[in-house]
């Protein structure tokens, strides 16, 4: 089976690509409006592109009713947002912060998440989130009539204590209960790794002799 992206519609290339791009992380975005509202929402058209800069990259839509989304039209006013991570226990929070509330709502004052200031900027960042970075916009790409592309840089990094050791920078991944997004309402934890180790083309010959 194939299918021809130019003869979809919108929804149906949607439905393809979210289905089988999985799991995506979650970025809890926070930013800070002109007004002094303090917005949360996720996003998970989300990733980390390259560490030097040290690049992030969202997807933003337009609401169903083509009115632009809080978090957009923050980042266009300041030009600053902090990712927040999603794990297990702020799964629920994160999930009413996705509902399209009015601009004058903040999504921590319904949540019940905390406010915690940033180092580098002056949206606020969430203390329950295992890890968040301080990002400023670097540029926003208009890749379509309603889909922004913001390129972040990260500025600083915030993780829970005793997440990550500060002499190996190495993660205890049994205490981060991360979780991805699969597609509609499903989403998923990380359960199990597996390591494949990486080698040079001369450890892989040197196993591999005669190809
Ligand atoms: C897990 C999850 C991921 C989402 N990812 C995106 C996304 O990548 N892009 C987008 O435009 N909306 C996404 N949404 C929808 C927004 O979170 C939702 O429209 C939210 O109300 C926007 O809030 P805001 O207006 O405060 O920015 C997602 C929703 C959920 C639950």
């Known amino acids: 089976m194939e299918f021809d992206f130019a003869k979809l519609t919108g929804p149906q290339r949607y439905k393809l690509l979210s289905s089988t791009v999985v799991p ?5 975005v926070s930013t ?3 007004n002094g509202i303090d917005n949360a929402a996720p996003y998970s058209f989300f990733n980390v592109f390259a ?7 969202l997807g933003l839509q337009l609401r169903p009713d083509g009115v632009v989304k809080d978090t957009t039209r923050n980042i266009r006013d300041t030009g600053e947002f902090v990712v927040n991570l999603v ?6 929070a994160m999930n009413v912060c996705a509902i399209d509330f009015e601009e004058e709502v903040s999504e921590f004052d319904l949540t019940g998440l905390t406010r915690l200031p940033c180092r580098s900027i002056a949206a606020l960042r969430i203390a329950e989130a295992p890890v968040a970075f301080e990002c400023k916009r670097v540029v926003t790409l208009s ?3 309603d889909r922004d592309l913001v390129v972040g840089e990260v500025l600083h990094m ?3 204590d005793g997440l990550i050791d500060p002499d190996t920078l190495r993660i205890d991944l049994s205490k981060y209960q ?5 597609f509609g309402d499903l989403y998923t934890p990380v359960e199990g790794t597996f390591a494949l180790e990486r080698m040079s083309p001369e450890e892989w010959r040197r196993r591999n002799p005669g190809r």
Do not use: K, Q, S
């Not at 995506?24 to 809890?28: D, N, Y």
């Not at 560490?51 to 990259?57: C, D, Q, R, Y």
């Open 158 to 160: 915030h993780v829970r």
């Open 178 to 182: 991360i979780v991805g997004r699969m």
């Open 32 to 34: 800070r409006g002109t």
């Open 24 to 28: 995506r992380p979650i970025a809890l």
């Open 51 to 57: 560490e030097n800069p040290p690049t992030v990259v």
């Open 87 to 92: 794990d297990r226990p702020i799964a629920e």
């Open 143 to 145: 890749v379509g009539r």
